[in-house]
């Protein structure tokens, strides 16, 4: 693994030189944020060793390296998903590469189903913490600990003090947004009315097929962590809608102005930290 990550940070490096300490994970339908981002190189992910391309609609499967409000940032627009048929290493391997690269902070975003009926579609959520329900986990098999302990703590999977700070961004910009607890199931299916009931009483507020697997991984290494999701769309049997991927990216596309400052907001404050 570590030589695996050395020579995928050597390509980058030797593309652009760098040294982020934020770093970003773009969930479905939130890739147009890059559009933020100032002085950027952009690399493809099929082009940097030990990555896959990207399989699902609405993620580019691209590195950004480049700045926002003059803070140097990594940012992956687009993710793998272990419904994609990849082991677990492969799927949390950019997370891993990111902090090779030299970040300290990890920014985890997505597109979610509501599962608390206070949320609306087009709801931004902080994720205050997670269920994993994938039967999986990325630390599954010999521990590597150079990286992190055997048994890491999750009490904090969730930084309170940048959960902080994301709320306190939103409020300076009018904007309240939602908290809640995310949980993680495998896909690609959508869960059945009847999942979604069990879930609900579990204490999930969101259902999503990503994020908890890199969540995992960067508490692992010491990274600090919060995540952001976008409700996309009430979860089946709460509302009388079928659920159609292409809904979601629309529904993402329509808070990108929201989401974007926000983001932009907390990246200057994070690095101040």
Known sequence: MYEKLAT???????????????????GSGLGAFVDQVEDKTVI????????????????????????????????LQGRFHCYEGLPMEDVVFPTRLLSTLGIDTLILTNAAGGINK???PGDLVIIEDHINLMA???????????????????????????????EASAIELNYSMQKGIYVGVLGPTYETPAEVRMLGILGADLVGMSTVPECIAANHIGLKVCGISCVTNMAAGIEDTELKHEDIKDEALKVMEKFSNILKSVVKKFDQL
């Open 8 to 26: 995928a940070a050597k390509h980058i490096q030797n593309i652009k030189p760098c040294s982020p300490r934020i770093g970003i994970i773009l």
């Open 44 to 75: 493809p992910y099929d082009e940097i060793p030990y990555f896959h391309k990207t399989t699902v609609e609405g993620h580019e499967g691209r590195l950004i390296i480049g700045k926002i409000s003059g803070v140097e940032i990594a940012i």
């Open 118 to 120: 206070n949320y609306n």
């Open 136 to 166: 999986k986990n990325p630390l599954i098999g010999p521990n590597i600990s150079e990286m992190g302990p055997r048994f890491p703590d999750m009490t904090k999977a969730y930084n309170p003090k940048l959960r902080e700070i994301i």
